[in-house]
């Protein structure tokens, strides 16, 4: 049987990278000791393996979280930096894909995030929501597609929740190139999907710029 680009989505990790570990770690000792629970995605993997994986060539893009975009934390106005006025943070801990060649010649892909937020010092229970950026490019040529999806999720003060995103994208076949790339992070562009409109983005602003470049 040829080998399968298929992806179990229903696994993705959440564990936090070591990178992030000093980021959080004034907050978790507040939060840890709230009751986690799963943020509802937009959508869910299906169990079953879907017979699309064994149809096309054996590519799948490697999806990638973009530089400076696995962290999101926000605070009051004025407020920007001080870990002890931070009122959420969110953090992307596992993105993985799955390819799904069409009869049409067409590639979708399948692509799954997921990751934690947390409440900090100064939050409040509340609705939050992260805007999450998924993109498909053609490495230095093209975007196929860059779009942002809420991250939405209800939290206690003290507490955190684990959220697990998956979402389709149908781009044109990569035919014998090997040049595709997926990019995941939040994008400070779109801080605006915040509900509230009361809290201020975070001291550095990352965007999705020039998405078509590497991170090199």
């Known amino acids: 049987m040829r080998k399968t680009n298929s992806v179990l989505l229903s696994g993705l990790k959440v564990a936090v990278p070591a990178a992030m570990a000093m980021s959080l770690a004034g907050c978790m000792g507040m939060g840890s000791g709230g009751t986690g629970t799963a943020a509802t995605p937009t959508k869910t993997a299906d169990k079953q393996v879907d017979p699309r994986t064994y149809l096309g060539p054996d590519y799948c893009p490697a999806v990638q979280i973009r530089e400076g975009t696995q962290i999101l934390q926000r605070f009051p106005t004025g407020k920007q930096g001080d ?44 609705h939050v929501s992260a805007p999450l950026r998924v993109a498909v490019v053609k490495y230095q040529e093209k975007v196929f597609a860059s779009n942002i999806y809420p991250v ?65």
């Open 152 to 216: 939405a999720a209800d939290l206690a003060a003290g507490g955190n929740t684990v959220f697990r995103e998956v979402h389709e994208v149908t781009v044109p076949s990569p035919g014998d190139a090997r040049d595709y790339l997926i990019y995941v992070g939040f994008d400070e562009s779109s801080h605006g999907l915040d509900p509230t409109g009361k809290i201020a983005k975070s001291t550095k602003a990352v965007t999705f710029s020039d998405v078509t470049r590497g991170n090199d």
């Open 83 to 126: 870990p002890n006025s931070l009122v959420w943070q969110a953090s992307i801990g596992d993105a993985v894909r799955e390819c799904l060649y069409n009869p049409d010649g067409t590639l979708t892909l399948r692509i799954g995030v997921s990751g934690r937020i947390i409440s900090g010092p100064k939050g409040t229970p509340g």
